[in-house]
């Protein structure tokens, strides 16, 4: 219903090609949305920015990157408004812009010292969504396999609130993440494991932390799929029916929760922090990717390395492909344990196969703890 409402709205019925000037006035409403939050996290830095990224930021170049926010959104504003009927997209960039230089725009000072506590992770949620934006949409509007399918297809607000949920409490979901890892190491800790491996050249370690990863993924996913009371969970990540680059975020807590700390256990037994930096930004670049509409591949690589078509696999209701490509790196690991699945085609169709879950967010949240999967 929000979403019709934000549809009809913002929406019209004119082309949204290249040039119509539909492109703009997404940009510059996007731009504005982000360079308006930026100065509240200036404004509030105690309460929303995350204090494991504060002592991170470059701040001139937050700073610039702000100005250039606010400067995009009015200038693609003007374009769009210039170029449209229906003019409150770029309006509405325009405005956030000129509200963000209004509140002091990115040379609003902090001048209070930080310290820990609770925060909302603005700051967080508005970085990631900008940068995974920046690298992922444009492939899918250059290079589609399903070019009907838009950037604003059905059940996008959804999954932005699913992106939004993963990001805001930033500090809740990271203790949630990391506390069976850390019982793991405090139990398990392997002293010569490690030294042996930090021996390693740090492109082999990081390799190798890619592939105990990616094991450790395959059984806690396929658990995932066959413990009917894990899988009610699981259903939440399977409900799309249209795959793009934030399908990926649409996932339960507990879902993501059981991944993640499973798949940091085994790597915190005897793998460095940088390399497990390093895998914590390959996991989100490359599951991100392997959700998106992009229809490229490289024939000779897609049997070592999970390209979209292979996940997209994983994620089709066609019966011949239930329970299939449980790993999310490396489709070897499926052939080793007999559930790959790759004909050279793509899906016909994506979602669950004869049974529905709860429409929204809270209700897909709170119904999975409470009551089964209801059949089609
Ligand atoms: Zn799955
Ligand atoms: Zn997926």
Redesign the pocket.
């Known amino acids: 219903m929000i979403e019709q409402k934000i549809n009809e709205f913002f929406g019209d019925t004119e082309s949204t090609g290249f040039g119509t000037g539909w492109w703009s006035g997404i940009l510059s409403a996007f731009f504005g949305f982000l360079s308006f939050g930026g100065v509240l996290c200036l404004h509030f830095p105690q309460l929303l920015s995350s204090p494991e990224l504060r002592p991170h930021y470059p701040m001139n170049t937050m700073r610039i990157l702000i100005q250039c926010l606010i400067v995009a959104a009015i200038l693609f504003g003007i374009i769009s408004t210039i170029k449209r009927k229906k003019k409150i997209l770029g309006l509405t960039g325009m405005l956030l812009a000129i509200a963000a230089t209004a509140l002091g725009g990115s040379s609003v000072q902090i001048n209070s010292t930080l310290h820990d506590g609770p925060v909302i992770g603005l700051d967080w949620f508005l970085l990631d969504l900008f940068l995974m934006a920046l690298i992922y949409v444009p492939l899918e509007r250059l290079w589609p396999q399903y070019p009907k399918q838009g950037t604003f297809r059905n059940e996008w607000t959804l999954d932005v609130v699913y992106f939004m949920s993963t990001h805001l409490p930033i500090q809740i979901l990271s203790f949630l993440v990391l506390l069976p890892a850390t019982q793991a190491t405090r139990y398990l800790s392997v002293p010569v494991l490690q030294q042996f491996i930090a021996r390693l050249p740090w492109f082999l370690q990081f390799f190798l932390a890619v592939v105990v990863a990616d094991i450790a993924e395959y059984f806690i996913?396929l658990a995932?799929?066959k413990v009917p009371f894990l899988w009610r969970f699981?259903a939440v990540?399977?409900s799309s029916k249209a795959l793009d680059w934030i399908a990926g975020s649409r996932s339960h807590f507990v879902d993501d929760t059981l991944v993640r700390g499973f798949i940091l256990a085994p790597l915190m037994l005897g793998f460095s922090q940088s390399i497990m930096v390093a895998y914590l930004i390959f996991v989100t670049l490359h599951a991100t990717w392997t959700h998106c509409n992009f229809a490229p591949n490289v024939k000779w690589l897609e049997k070592f390395l999970v390209m979209p078509r292979y996940h997209h696999w994983?994620h089709t209701s066609q019966k011949e492909a239930t329970d299939k490509n449980?790993a999310i790196h490396f489709p070897w690991i499926d052939k080793i344990f007999g559930t790959y699945y790759y004909p050279d085609t793509w899906p016909e169709s994506y979602g669950l196969d004869g049974e529905q879950i709860a429409p929204g967010f809270l209700k897909q949240t709170i119904e999975p703890f409470i009551k089964r999967n209801k059949p089609l």
């Open positions: 996913h995932l799929h699981h990540h399977h994983h449980f």
